[in-house]
């Protein structure tokens, strides 16, 4: 089959979304078999494959042709900046309506568990050094090296948590009633079917994306970086939405927090590897628009971790970032992306300067074994 390229940007984009649900109802039953701080990880992790297959192969041609080198770090900047500019406002204020419905009082502010710094930590350390990417127009491979080597510390520091039971709704819940061998085996033909899927789609489903937009008139670049993020985290934004409207604001906060970490470590230093085996050199470099575009989503990074450091995600702190998300789509130059950063910039500042007793324990938490800043 060689459908036109909307009907193939339509076909593609629906089975990239099915196997992502098929991947993260699996990764939630497997919490019964993979407990404790790991779990979560786990899952936010899965959840997110379908969205490093496009990613990766943009990054991979662009290793043999340039003219996908402008895609390379689209769908990465756009996924980053739709988690914490969507994903996180929405859980707060889900979680904030939740409560009070419950509660029958006023609620202002969701709470984070102490052992959400450690998460806090790992973001807030490869967010800064995120900056070095449009400070150089570049990701050269021995950053990516050094991304990927903070990522294995993340999953080797989260393995030391507590065990937890999981606490699974819906399709995940049913799958993980059935007998521990049949859960197993349910659990492992889902993954396999996904990732089979998602190997067969991810590039007609990139492509698609370039040639839809010719065809359909509309910015390639746009296409590239908000179209296929909304695919393939839409089941991790529905299992985070499910969570906060069932009063689980925390655990769901924790979920999209952890793939905050996945994208900005696991994500960002597996491109320059995929260029490279593309027939790339040792770095992906970067033209004006992606730096810019790489400059928001580090800005905006800082912002929300600055904001709750304290472990308090107030509903303004999640307004602020939903109302500069959606300004985003109305500026079109590069003086008006540089104004953005800059706001992103302040409010991180001042968001710092009123939370810098907790800036230290955020920053040592990954290295500490209670998780709070203290050994």
């Known amino acids: 089959m060689h459908p036109n390229p909307i009907a193939a940007l339509l076909i593609y984009g629906a089975a990239v979304v099915a196997a992502s649900f ?16 790991l779990a979560i990880a786990v899952l936010a992790l899965v959840v997110v494959l379908p969205e490093y297959a496009v990613d990766l192969y943009f990054a991979y041609t662009a290793g043999h042709d340039p003219a996908y080198l402008h895609y390379a770090a689209a769908n990465m900047t756009g996924s980053n900046r739709l988690l914490m500019g969507i994903g996180w406002p929405l859980v707060v204020l889900i979680s904030i309506a939740a409560a009070k419905r419950v509660t029958g009082k006023p609620v202002t502010a969701l709470a984070l568990e102490s052992g959400n710094r450690v998460e806090l930590g790992f973001l807030l350390v490869a967010g800064v050094a995120a900056f070095v990417i449009p400070a150089t127009g570049q990701i050269h491979l021995v950053f990516g090296a050094a991304l990927l080597a903070w990522f294995g510390f993340y999953l080797y520091r989260l393995t030391r948590g507590d065990v937890e039971q999981p606490d699974l709704i819906g399709t995940a819940a049913a799958i993980g009633t059935l007998p521990d061998r049949a859960r197993r ?36 670049f746009l296409l590239v970086q908000w179209v296929a993020p909304l695919a393939t985290e839409a089941p991790e934004f529905t299992i985070a939405i499910i969570f906060a409207a069932r009063g689980k604001g925390t655990a769901a906060i924790a979920m999209l927090i952890s793939s905050k970490v996945n994208q900005w470590t696991l994500l960002v230093g597996s491109l320059p590897l995929a260029y490279l085996a ?23 990074t800082m912002m929300g971790v600055a904001l709750i450091l304290a472990l308090r995600f107030h509903r303004r702190s999640a307004a602020a970032l939903l109302a500069l998300f959606i300004i985003q789509f109305a500026i079109t130059s590069t003086q008006g992306r540089m104004i953005l950063c800059g706001v992103y910039a302040v409010v991180a500042a001042v968001a710092l300067t009123l939370n810098r007793r907790q800036l230290v324990p955020t920053v040592t938490a990954p290295f500490t074994r209670d998780g709070d800043g203290h050994r």
Do not use: K, Y
């Open 22 to 37: 098929l991947l993260a109802w699996a990764a939630e039953a497997a919490q019964i078999d993979v407990s404790g701080g």
């Open 278 to 300: 593309g027939g790339g050199g040792p770095a992906l470099m970067l033209d004006g628009r992606q730096v810019e575009e790489m400059l928001l989503t580090a800005t905006q």
């Open 185 to 220: 085996t349910t659990v492992i033909a889902m993954v396999a079917v996904a990732a089979a899927v998602i190997v067969a789609c991810a590039e007609p489903f990139a492509n698609s994306l370039v040639h839809a937009g010719t065809e359909l008139g509309v910015d390639q």
